[in-house]
């Protein structure tokens, strides 16, 4: 075996992985040790909050859209029936 | 303290010496899985999953032992479990790679420090998975992440000639696949 050849093939294929000491990595798995829950089941309640949140939103511009339209309408009968007693 | 007296705290209810633990391995577990996956974020999370599955087994764990190479097993037997699991990677035949990328993988060769370019780490990448898997992965052990014929033997449950003869081989099987893409000048 042709050491140069191997030594070429090593720097460019096969170069050792350097990996520096990450306290953030340590406190990821000490939590995961003191909840061992899967990731989904972690994420579940902050999901369902999200949805939750999102309707509610989502029914509130509803609502205060249909609010703005029935005092469209309320307004425009309003103006009406005075302009007839006017008359 | 050595990791022996902080197993036997942990089995004795001290739940935070583990951190100890964690906090010596980390680097070359994290290392080990970064050479199987080639991917950072998946080999930060299979170390992670390696080490609550050893602190999970840990009762199991034999006294007399070591801990880390009994760690690094548990780790590189579950990034091969990821690895089968990628059903739908695209894999290289040799022949085909060459035909595509033979002109790059040269250039590759006669400029390794540009390796750290995207599309250069893809290449080396793809010249790695296109190595029978037994092949590659006792390269990846040995020669990325300098673990010892003993360590390879404890990992991949062989005996010492066996991790000598298979490397041996494996470092043959390369040199030839890449011998023939180098003008003689290069060799």
């Known amino acids: 075996m042709n050491d140069e050849f191997w030594k070429k093939i090593t720097q460019t294929f096969l170069k050792k992985v350097e990996v520096s000491p990450d306290e953030h990595f ?8 003191e909840d061992p829950q899967p990731a989904w089941k972690r994420w579940l309640v902050p999901s369902f909050g999200a949805v939750f949140a999102s309707v509610l939103f989502a029914l509130t511009v509803t609502q205060d859209q249909n609010d703005l339209s029935a005092e469209d309408l309320l307004a425009d009968d309003v103006v009406e029936f005075n302009l007839e007693e006017l008359s | 303290m050595t ?8 089995l004795s209810g001290d739940k935070e010496a583990f951190t100890e633990l964690v906090r010596r391995h980390h680097t070359k577990t994290i290392g080990l899985c970064l050479s199987l996956l080639r991917n950072k974020t998946e080999a930060e999370d299979a170390a992670q999953d390696a080490f609550l599955k050893a602190y999970q087994a840990l ?3 034999k006294e007399g032992a070591q801990f880390s190479t009994w760690l690094y097993q548990i ?3 579950h990034c091969l ?6 059903t739908r990677e695209k894999l290289d ?3 085909a790679l060459l035909e595509e990328k033979g002109e790059q993988i040269h250039q590759l060769m006669a400029s390794p420090s540009t390796e750290g370019a995207a599309e250069n780490t ?11 898997e037994d092949y590659r992965n006792i390269l990846i052990l040995r020669e990325i992440n300098g673990f010892s014929y003993e360590e390879i033997s404890d ?4 005996s010492l000639d066996a991790v000598k003869g298979r490397l041996k081989r494996a470092r043959e099987d390369l040199e030839e696949k890449l011998r023939h893409l180098l003008k003689p000048s290069d060799v």
């Open chain 1, 26 to 33: 340590v406190t990821r798995v000490m939590a995961r040790i």
């Open chain 2, 3 to 10: 990791d022996s007296k902080i197993i036997a705290d942990v």
């Open chain 2, 59 to 61: 009762a199991t764990f």
């Open chain 2, 75 to 77: 780790a590189y037997h």
């Open chain 2, 81 to 86: 479990d990821l690895l089968r699991k990628r």
């Open chain 2, 93 to 95: 035949s040799w022949d």
């Open chain 2, 122 to 132: 893809d290449l080396v990448n793809r010249v790695l998975k296109a190595l029978p």
């Open chain 2, 155 to 158: 990992l991949l449950r062989c």
